[in-house]
């Protein structure tokens, strides 16, 4: 199966920073690759679909990137409300494997 | 409005089984591959199971592969996750998801239900 390694696992920054979220894959997956966004307590959120694609809603804040087997997602200027876990997931084929998960709070 | 409402979970003795549901309602439940996610208390996402549009194939994760079977019953607009053989680590929230676009494989899940928690302790 194709391994999904995500970092760093947690990050701390101030309210307006740029953030950085990396996922790599162990084999090449195109742009198969979504990322979600969930809040404590609340149930994931669609961001970014086809690595790159912004889901419908989604602030223009967020931003994927990458093909292959790296990938990124950023946070232009990190907001309060964006106090999260993020995961990346890959949808090439099954299994359909999540990234560890980068949870991301505000200093 | 797109929904998904999740039932059947509960409190089961290891080795013992559950059969959770996944009620849909607002969209073309037939037209969409679903899947199950679960999310372990504290811990991370991970997918479960997926079946394709037409339940034409099913795909399991190997942690369940042989105990747990995904269905769905289209008429119905409801997907099934049978577990058997439950474990202590099998407890976690399960989510059920739709998938982002119409047709038969899994893909990104745009649409989550609030979760159905199952407990496996004796």
């Known amino acids: 199966d194709i391994q999904m390694t995500q970092s760093p696992s947690s990050l701390s920054a101030s309210v307006g920073d740029r953030v950085t979220i990396s996922c790599r894959t162990s084999q090449d997956i195109s742009i198969y690759l979504a990322w979600y966004q969930q809040r404590p307590g609340k149930t994931p959120n669609l961001l970014i679909y086809?690595?790159?694609t912004l889901q419908s809603g989604v602030p223009s804040r967020f931003n994927g990137s990458g093909s292959g087997t790296e990938f990124t997602l950023t946070i232009s200027s990190l907001q309060p409300e964006d106090v999260a876990t993020y995961y990346c997931q890959k949808y090439d084929s099954a299994p359909w494997t999540f990234g560890q998960g980068t949870k991301v709070t505000v200093k | 409005e797109v929904q998904l409402l999740e039932s059947g979970g509960g409190l089961v003795q290891p080795g013992g089984s559950l059969r959770l549901s996944c009620e849909a309602s607002g969209f073309a439940f037939r037209s969409y591959a679903m899947s199950w996610v679960r999310q372990a208390p504290g811990k991370g996402l991970e997918w479960v199971s997926a079946?394709?549009?037409?339940?034409?194939?099913?795909y399991h994760a190997d942690s369940v592969k042989g105990r747990f079977t995904i269905s769905r019953d289209n008429s119905q607009n409801t997907l099934y996750l049978q577990m058997n053989g439950l474990r202590a680590d099998d407890t976690a929230v399960y989510y059920c998801?739709?998938?982002?676009?119409?047709?038969?494989?899994?893909?990104?899940?745009?649409?989550w239900g609030q979760g159905t928690m199952v407990t496996v302790s004796s």
């Open positions: 086809a690595a790159s």
């Open positions: 998801a739709k998938s982002l676009w119409f047709g038969d494989l899994p893909d990104a899940s745009d649409i």
């Open positions: 079946i394709s549009s037409s339940s034409g194939t099913t």
